[in-house]
DNA sequence: ACCTGAACACCGTTCAAGT
DNA sequence: ACCTGAACACCGTTCAAGT
């Protein structure tokens, strides 16, 4: 716990995520990160231009922390690592899939864009599908980490009472969805639901690509 | 222009959508929303519990206006039809897509996602890929329209200058990225993108359930 | 060059007072 | 029952002053 190693750019960003991890973007404030960091608010003004572009480069530095590509392997099972690699970085960080759509590209994030465009490239599915495969793939990185991200932070521990709560009262009313739920309190789980949805796309441009596959 | 229809709640929600979708969900304020209505903003607390509470609800509200599923059709016929309602609503609040991952469901979502599970129950796939296949069709609908409207929202008229800064300096560097890039500058587009990869989903959760389909 | 105190305009929300 | 003024604790950010 030694206080007050100097100030910088990267030990901001290092403590801004840290504390968005623990209590939230929401909670995140300028003057709780100078606070951890042992500073006052208006030296972080020193290194950051403000806290727009302090959340852009969070974002960025969490981005980072996603492995590169693995180098050998079918198209499929490199964008499977690769997915794999960025949906435990963003669960570990549940504010980051949220801020990932609203914020420029930084660096790292715009090297993530060129590896996964170039599996796609070096894949052979010629450029519609690899631009469309593109879209297609990030939006269910970040967008299925944001669904998941959003159901524990919002219920955790009282989703059983919740989840009971409702099966009493809208079972007859809403029995699909009721049915739905009881899916959800059931302890044996339904396996790796990310790469299930994942291996559907994946499937799924493979075969646009190359019908007689 | 009439000002002062008394204020009730659905009056209050519906005027903070309205200028959410005007100025974002950032610039929107409790007194904000107080002025366009022409009352004070301890007015609103009479009808709203809380900034929190309302934004739940103008959530709910946004829902509701997703037309309900189709009732003749293959199954993979109703869901594109229902997605494509819940697709246009949301572009229509390019906020609402960030809000809906964060917040309890309300009424209106209860009774919309007992529509999309019923569909994919009685298309007879089995109690499993309903399972995955509900989630997963969810994730793509909210998440495609959050990387549209993000795009969108960021960038619109300047994309093309930042976009050709971009190519000048960095296609060497990023050259998959930058041949993306071109094709997002390429006038003639895509064609319907979100329907493509929703049917990616939709034809992968059919032949896993029926692999001889 | 980096840190900071004081100040400004703005939040969400509480409470007590009006009608 | 519904509206509101004053007040509180908190924001992000500017500016001028310190070292």
Request: charged share 25%; net charge negative.
């Amino acid at each position: 716990m030694s206080r007050r190693p100097p100030l910088s750019r990267p030990r901001i960003l290092e403590a801004a995520v840290a504390f968005a991890d623990e209590h939230g973007a929401d909670a995140l404030t300028m003057r709780k990160v100078a606070d951890a960091l042992g500073f006052r608010v208006m030296s972080l003004y020193n290194h950051v231009a403000n806290k727009n572009e302090m959340l852009t480069g969070m974002v960025d530095l969490v981005v980072g922390e996603i492995e590169p590509p693995p180098t050998r392997g079918s198209w499929q099972e490199l964008m499977q690592a690769s997915a794999a690699s960025a949906h435990h970085v963003l669960l570990r960080h549940p504010w980051a899939a949220s801020e990932w759509s609203k914020r420029h590209p930084g660096p790292n994030r715009l090297r993530y864009m060129d590896d996964i465009l170039r599996i796609l490239t070096e894949a052979d599915l010629g450029p519609s599908i690899v631009y469309r495969g593109y879209h297609a793939i990030t939006m269910h990185i970040v967008g299925f980490t944001l669904q998941e991200a959003g159901f524990e932070g919002e219920m955790a521990s009282d989703f059983e009472q919740m989840a009971q709560d409702f099966l009493d009262q809208m079972s007859d009313q809403l029995p699909y969805l009721a049915e739905h739920v009881r899916g959800h309190l059931d302890p044996c789980g339904h396996g790796d639901e990310f790469a299930f949805v994942l291996s559907l796309i994946l499937d799924g441009l493979e075969r646009a690509a190359r019908p007689r596959g």
